[in-house]
């Protein structure tokens, strides 16, 4: 999307020669080192940093330079900052940019990294330089990356920002690269499927493609899942190129392609046609769409489990008749605003919140307080596929603890 500045450079030749030893000729004497002062680079006189993205809640406001960018004649590549600044609470943000005829959307997202549910909307316009911010995905704590198209060039930055209000649901989205034009010649670069802002990561998934030519010719192969483990609510699909190649000796024109995927017992059928429906934004890939609508895969629900917040952070609880007896024990710590005990998230039972509380405010007192919880748990290390919406959504995880009294 964005390329690198390309500085130029110089290098010695090299003094090595084919069938060279570590010991000199005996014909020769060898030659006097001569030392070659580094260059100094001169300045860019043409390099224009893109300006500061300002981010503002009405009482704070945050000068952010972007990481990644593309302005006039300047591009250049970074990466997000570790630790991003907080623009603090609230549900609503102004997002200014001195440059008219911009276009930006945010993406927000609950954990480190690629983890976590990744949430993207587009923001709505004030005016010729400002656009709003408002809630997106579940209130709690996240990580926003903010993008910025327009002419001249685009922006990225990322900042912290906690909500309180639970913004609208995520739209389910699903695309498919199959089939792609090489100079004037139907090819396959590989296959892959993508289906995200589902309402839950499914625990069981089997998937087909076909790929039907407009000759009523066509090829039928298996999909393989992928999916990073981390990730929520989305899947990513793939087979081997192979397939690709092969749907690409159906024929030429129009290709329908056909989708089955089976998802904890449902089965979903997306469609979509090439070239005629390839996205540019991601040619050649084809938006798929699905009957019966991805929608209908409903959230996995734990109506049992309740989050609420003690000094900003969260505390999940649960009032189960009975439990497990085994012992989850380890060190309490506190991560973007979610508690973990030796790494997983604890739902303590109702009885115990004063023992939450209480970890909570040693743990922010500084001290690293050992515990152990009886009960149960559950992690993707030992096979789960997915975790209660009402902890992920809120608190990355791999594992979670169920607490008993």
């Not at 990730?231 to 024929?251: F, P």
Request: proline share 9%.
């Amino acid at each position: 999307m964005i390329l690198g500045l390309i500085a130029a450079s110089c290098a010695a030749p090299s003094s090595d020669r084919v069938g060279n030893t570590d010991q000199p000729s005996p014909t020769t004497s060898p030659s006097p080192t001569t030392t070659i002062e580094p260059r100094e680079q001169e300045p860019n006189p043409s390099f224009e940093p893109a300006p500061a993205v300002l981010v503002s809640n009405g009482d704070v406001e945050l000068a952010l330079d972007p990481w990644t960018a593309c302005w006039t004649v300047s591009c250049y590549d970074g990466a997000p900052p570790d630790e991003p600044r907080d623009i603090g609470v609230g549900d609503e943000l102004i997002i200014e940019f001195p440059a008219e005829g911009w276009t930006f959307q945010a993406t927000a997202r609950t954990g480190p990294g690629d983890c976590g549910r990744r949430q993207t909307e587009d923001l709505a316009p004030i005016d010729s330089t400002r656009h709003r911010l408002t809630p997106i995905g579940p209130a709690g704590q996240h990580i926003i990356e903010v993008f910025g198209h327009g002419p001249g060039g685009d922006v990225i930055v990322t900042f912290v920002w906690t909500t309180t209000t639970d913004g609208p649901p995520p739209v389910p989205m699903a695309t498919t690269s199959i089939l792609a034009d090489h100079d004037g010649l139907v090819d396959s670069y590989g296959v892959e499927v993508s289906l995200w802002n589902l309402a839950h990561t499914p625990d069981e998934v089997s998937a087909e493609a076909t790929v039907i030519a407009a000759d009523g010719s066509s090829h039928s192969f298996r999909l393989t899942d992928r999916s990073d483990a981390c990730s929520v609510g989305s899947l990513y699909l793939t087979a081997a190129i192979d397939e690709g190649l092969t749907a690409a000796q159906l024929g030429g024109g129009k290709f329908t392609y056909e989708i089955e995927v089976t998802m904890d017992g449902l089965n979903f059928t997306g469609t979509g046609i090439w070239p005629t429906d390839e996205d540019p934004e991601c040619a050649p890939c084809v938006p798929l769409t699905f009957d019966p609508p991805l929608e209908s895969l409903e959230a996995v629900s734990s109506p049992a489990i309740e989050a609420r917040k003690f000094d900003d952070v969260w505390i999940f609880s649960h009032s189960p008749d009975g439990g497990d007896g085994a012992l989850h024990t380890g060190v309490a710590t506190i991560n973007n605003g979610c508690l973990y005990v030796d790494g997983a998230v604890v739902v303590w039972h109702v009885d115990s919140i004063d023992q939450a509380t209480a970890t909570i405010e040693a743990v922010q007192a500084g001290q690293q307080p050992t515990l152990s919880i009886g009960g149960g748990g559950t992690s993707l290390e030992e096979g789960a596929t997915s975790l209660p919406a009402e902890i992920t959504d809120r608190c990355p995880t791999s594992a979670v603890w169920f607490g008993t009294p």
